[in-house]
Protein backbone atom coordinates (compact mmCIF):
# COMPACT_ATOMS: atom_id res chain seq x y z
CA UNK A 1 0.00 0.00 0.00
CA UNK A 2 1.40 3.32 -0.59
CA UNK A 3 1.72 6.12 1.53
CA UNK A 4 -0.17 9.04 1.16
CA UNK A 5 1.23 12.66 1.48
CA UNK A 6 0.41 16.23 3.12
CA UNK A 7 1.34 18.80 1.98
CA UNK A 8 2.49 19.92 5.02
CA UNK A 9 4.68 17.13 5.50
CA UNK A 10 7.00 18.08 2.17
CA UNK A 11 9.83 20.41 3.36
CA UNK A 12 11.51 22.86 0.61
CA UNK A 13 15.08 21.58 -0.22
CA UNK A 14 17.92 23.67 -0.73
CA UNK A 15 20.10 22.94 -3.83
CA UNK A 16 22.03 26.10 -3.39
CA UNK A 17 25.19 23.99 -2.62
CA UNK A 18 24.65 21.62 -5.45
CA UNK A 19 27.37 21.45 -8.35
CA UNK A 20 25.90 21.08 -12.04
CA UNK A 21 27.15 19.02 -14.55
CA UNK A 22 28.29 16.58 -11.33
CA UNK A 23 27.56 13.50 -13.06
CA UNK A 24 27.21 13.78 -16.39
CA UNK A 25 30.80 12.10 -17.64
CA UNK A 26 29.57 9.00 -15.59
CA UNK A 27 26.07 9.59 -16.83
CA UNK A 28 27.21 9.30 -20.25
CA UNK A 29 29.31 6.22 -19.74
CA UNK A 30 26.10 4.39 -18.47
CA UNK A 31 23.81 3.79 -15.10
CA UNK A 32 22.00 1.53 -13.83
CA UNK A 33 18.34 2.15 -12.27
CA UNK A 34 17.12 -0.64 -10.23
CA UNK A 35 13.01 -0.66 -9.55
CA UNK A 36 12.27 -2.75 -6.54
CA UNK A 37 8.57 -3.86 -6.34
CA UNK A 38 6.30 -4.38 -3.48
CA UNK A 39 7.04 -8.37 -3.85
CA UNK A 40 10.71 -7.69 -3.24
CA UNK A 41 11.24 -8.45 -6.80
CA UNK A 42 13.92 -5.85 -8.37
CA UNK A 43 14.19 -4.82 -11.78
CA UNK A 44 18.01 -3.90 -13.03
CA UNK A 45 18.25 -1.80 -16.34
CA UNK A 46 21.78 -0.47 -17.58
CA UNK A 47 21.11 2.92 -20.05
CA UNK A 48 23.86 3.32 -21.97
CA UNK A 49 23.51 6.73 -24.38
CA UNK A 50 23.76 6.02 -28.22
CA UNK A 51 27.27 6.70 -29.70
CA UNK A 52 25.79 9.24 -31.97
CA UNK A 53 24.05 11.95 -28.82
CA UNK A 54 26.12 15.21 -28.25
CA UNK A 55 25.98 16.77 -24.63
CA UNK A 56 25.15 20.72 -25.75
CA UNK A 57 26.83 22.63 -22.49
CA UNK A 58 24.44 24.95 -20.68
CA UNK A 59 25.82 28.23 -21.93
CA UNK A 60 24.65 26.56 -25.33
CA UNK A 61 21.32 25.31 -24.15
CA UNK A 62 20.37 28.19 -22.92
CA UNK A 63 19.91 29.10 -26.55
CA UNK A 64 19.29 26.50 -28.25
CA UNK A 65 16.32 24.97 -25.98
CA UNK A 66 15.82 21.88 -28.26
CA UNK A 67 16.99 19.53 -31.48
CA UNK A 68 15.33 21.33 -33.94
CA UNK A 69 16.48 24.83 -33.03
CA UNK A 70 20.21 22.99 -32.74
CA UNK A 71 20.20 21.30 -36.12
CA UNK A 72 18.12 24.70 -38.14
CA UNK A 73 21.53 26.81 -36.44
CA UNK A 74 23.99 24.01 -37.74
CA UNK A 75 22.59 23.99 -41.38
CA UNK A 76 22.32 27.69 -41.55
CA UNK A 77 25.91 27.44 -40.22
CA UNK A 78 26.71 24.56 -42.87
CA UNK A 79 25.10 26.82 -45.54
CA UNK A 80 27.55 29.85 -45.10
CA UNK A 81 30.80 27.91 -44.64
CA UNK A 82 33.33 27.21 -47.71
CA UNK A 83 32.51 24.11 -49.24
CA UNK A 84 35.07 21.59 -48.85
CA UNK A 85 34.82 17.52 -50.10
CA UNK A 86 34.90 15.80 -47.07
CA UNK A 87 38.16 13.28 -47.01
CA UNK A 88 37.32 9.74 -46.58
CA UNK A 89 39.56 6.62 -45.42
CA UNK A 90 40.26 3.99 -47.22
CA UNK A 91 41.19 1.20 -45.49
Known sequence: MKKTIESEQIRPVDFSGGV?????ASYRRGHTV???HEDGTVNVQKFVPDAAAIVIDPDVRAYFPDAATIN???RTLIGIMPHKHRKTRTA
Request: aromatic share 0%; glycine share 10%.
Open 20 to 24: RGKHS
Open 72 to 74: NAL
Open 34 to 36: KVH
